[in-house]
């Protein structure tokens, strides 16, 4: 397993913008692919995006696509994801997750990742 470390999460107005940070280390980073999910109050953990280990494949919820940008930096070791036009509805904890894969592929279920970071709070006010 990868051990993963969010950053960036904070409060912003309806309308900003936010970019959350992943590091991870422990294992080789650009062997696995990665995703962002978010938890908020009362809800369930829910798929936002997800990348392949290359970067060359992506694929996001339909609530941001458009809207977020998952990218990752495998020199750093590091996943990003870039948030535009936040929503108050966005508001929620967010969790990069990792699963090692040694294919161009993807995941956007909770269940296929093995390795969670401790999440970071992104707070949108109206």
């Known amino acids: 397993q990868v051990q993963l470390v969010e950053s960036g999460g904070g409060l912003v107005q309806a309308g900003g913008s936010l970019r959350l940070s992943c590091a991870a280390s422990?294992?080789?980073?650009?062997?696995?692919?990665m995703g962002w999910f978010r938890q908020a109050p009362g809800k369930e953990r829910e798929f936002v995006a997800t990348i392949s280990w290359s970067g060359g494949n992506t694929y996001y919820a339909d609530s941001v696509k458009g809207r977020f940008t998952i990218s990752r930096d495998n020199a750093k070791n590091t996943v990003f994801l870039q948030m535009n036009s936040l929503k108050p509805e966005d508001t929620a904890v967010y969790y990069c997750?990792?699963?090692?894969?040694?294919?161009?592929?993807?995941?956007?279920?909770?269940?296929?990742?093995?390795?969670w970071g401790q999440g970071t709070q992104v707070t949108v006010s109206s």
């Open positions: 997750a990792a699963r090692q894969i040694d294919t161009e592929g993807y995941y956007y279920r909770s269940y296929d990742y093995d390795s």
């Open positions: 422990g294992r080789t980073f650009s062997r696995y692919a």
